[in-house]
């Protein structure tokens, strides 16, 4: 018996994605901005930043309401045009509940002219 489901009917990939601009909200050390909302039921494959408007000598944390450098890490963003690939600690995550991607200002850092855009790739399960 044929138990095989058709690949159209599973859940496709797409992204989520957002900007940031400090020049329409400063953030100061410690600030943690919602950015992406993500669903119940969604799976997180990866986070990627692209620095639009670079500010020298900062660094960018990315991550959730459980782990505010999750996704990114201290990331310099003082590039513009530099990308930035997810590689912190969460590496796919399921989403059981609706949380949020966050912008997390790491302690000793302040953003008034950086500009970013934060894309999460998902799969929406539920």
């Known amino acids: 018996m044929n138990t095989a489901v058709a690949a159209a009917s599973f859940p496709a990939v797409t992204t989520l994605e957002q900007t940031?601009?400090?020049?329409?909200r400063v953030l100061a050390a410690a600030d943690?901005?919602?950015l992406i909302s993500i669903p119940?039921?969604?799976h997180v494959l990866n986070v990627y930043v692209?620095?639009?408007?670079?500010?020298a000598a900062q660094t960018l944390n990315v991550g959730d309401g459980a782990d505010p450098d999750g996704y990114v890490a201290a990331a310099t963003v003082a590039t513009t045009g530099a990308r930035v690939l997810g590689a912190g600690a969460i590496?796919?995550?399921l989403y059981?509940?609706?949380d949020t991607i966050d912008i997390a200002v790491p302690a000793?850092?302040?953003y008034a002219s950086l500009k970013v855009r934060v894309v999460a790739m998902v799969t929406m399960l539920g």
């Open 96 to 98: 059981s509940a609706a």
């Open 20 to 24: 940031f601009d400090a020049t329409k």
């Open 50 to 55: 692209e620095v639009l408007e670079g500010e």
């Open 40 to 42: 119940a039921g969604t």
């Open 108 to 110: 000793t850092m302040a």
């Open 32 to 34: 943690v901005v919602e």
């Open 91 to 93: 590496v796919g995550k």
